[in-house]
């Protein structure tokens, strides 16, 4: 009897009295199936893992080193609630030093998140009543828009295009949809895209949200992993930008640092503190030993530069054996993804109906994972933070991919 009445108890947001029966498997649950269905099909065969969105180099040592001994002291051990002070302090000294960003306010206009994704979910919280809009971009990270939706809001989709260079088209969007939107949510360099903004895109945001009173949040995880001449490039470089929005920073990707879970949120004052309020009823801020190691990293974008440089490369692989092949692809200039438009089938008679198929012949068929997107044209989106010990590594396994799609004569 509990159980049934518990049941229809359950909020819509996560289906109501259908939760748990919902036969629809989402895509991310669908290629860890796949995934171990594959190994334990081929146990012999090497799984090579091009679809997994993290980094595979753990924090350099000197961080851990940090953590370990700030973690030992007493002054340490409680809540930090809206962050200590000298993180933010060191946020604003790596914005100045990395993206040129000077006068932000290290007390107002800045304030920490336990990683960039509640920060995101977080937002919405602060500035969505029912019936408001957020923008988003799809293909893309999907969280701000999840939780807008669970608010009751709305959320209307940009698509990203190869021919608007990744862009959304703002002046797609009708008269009301701007009149209810508040939020805009942007992320350069783009997951998956690996698209980066220019400071004409970043300007035309600037104006389109000026225009129709809308903030906007840069989604900036990936922005110091650039190459190939690329420059890192703020959204609140821009003239304008931080009377419209927000930018937030993650030291996951940057640094290595995915499970330790600590990002920043810089820009408008008033969206700042909108957001430290509502953060502030919603945890009890990361761990004082982590925002120290936190610290070190800010200081030290050196680290970061390393690791880009290791992108670097194997993307020039990837790409190399991609397009020997018959792929139609082009190296980003920044983050750690390639973003493939797939083929129509292969020479026996194969036909790709979209990126799902293809992504899931290539884990059955070549034990190579990917992840499928849909929503924007058929593309599937490979990731070049495959485990590899060494350069030597990464050329066995770049090469063992191409002995694989070797194999079979793709059909463009």
Not at 263 to 274: M, P, Q, T
Not at 283 to 300: M, N, R, T, V
Request: glycine fraction near 6%; charged fraction near 25%; include cysteine.
């Amino acid at each position: 009897m509990g159980e049934n009445f518990i049941q229809q108890l359950f909020a819509q947001r996560i289906g109501g009295n259908q939760f748990g029966k919902d036969t629809v498997m989402y895509k991310f649950e669908k290629i860890k199936r796949a995934k171990r269905a594959a190994c334990a099909k081929n146990p012999e065969v090497e799984l090579i893992d091009l679809g997994v969105g993290e980094p595979d180099w753990m924090a350099d040592s000197e961080v851990i080193d940090v953590l370990y001994n700030e973690a030992k002291k007493r002054e340490n051990k409680g809540y930090t609630d809206n962050g200590i002070q000298e993180f933010k302090d060191a946020a604003v000294e790596y914005m100045e030093k990395a993206y040129n960003i000077s006068g932000l306010d290290n007390k107002n206009e800045v304030n920490h998140g336990i990683g960039s994704k509640p920060i995101l979910a977080l937002l919405p919280l602060a500035f969505i009543n029912p019936g408001d809009i957020a923008i988003m971009t799809v293909p893309g990270y999907p969280v701000l828009g999840t939780m807008t939706k669970a608010l009751n809001g709305e959320v209307v989709n940009l698509p990203l295009l190869a021919e608007n260079s990744f862009f959304p088209d703002l002046d797609s969007l009708t008269s009301e949809q701007r009149r209810k939107a508040k939020l805009l949510y942007i992320n350069y360099p783009n997951n998956p895209t690996g698209a980066t903004a220019t400071r004409e895109f970043f300007e035309k945001v600037v104006r389109f949200a000026r225009e129709n009173e809308i903030i906007v949040v840069a989604d900036a995880a990936y922005a110091a992993l650039t190459f190939d001449g690329e420059k890192p490039l703020s959204f609140l470089s821009v003239d304008g930008a931080k009377e419209v929005g927000v930018e937030i920073h993650s030291l996951s990707k940057a640094y290595n640092m995915t499970g330790w879970r600590l990002a920043f949120i810089c820009g408008n004052e008033l969206v700042v503190k909108a957001f430290a309020a509502v953060k502030d009823n919603n945890d009890s801020g990361q761990f004082a030993a982590i925002q120290k190691a936190g610290i070190y990293c800010l200081q030290h974008p050196e680290i970061t530069k390393k690791t880009a440089l290791k992108y670097s490369r194997r993307h020039n692989m990837l790409v190399e054996t991609l397009k020997s092949v018959g792929f139609l692809v082009k190296k980003p200039k920044a983050s750690f993804y390639l973003y493939v438009q797939i083929p129509k089938g292969t020479s026996d008679g194969r036909v790709f109906s979209s990126a799902e198929d293809f992504s899931e012949y290539l884990i059955t068929e070549k034990l190579i994972s990917s992840v499928p997107w849909d929503d924007a044209g058929h593309y599937i989106r490979f990731s070049v933070t495959f485990e590899a010990n060494d350069e030597e590594e990464e050329v066995r396994i770049v090469k063992e991919i191409k002995r694989r799609l070797m194999e079979e004569k793709f059909i463009f």
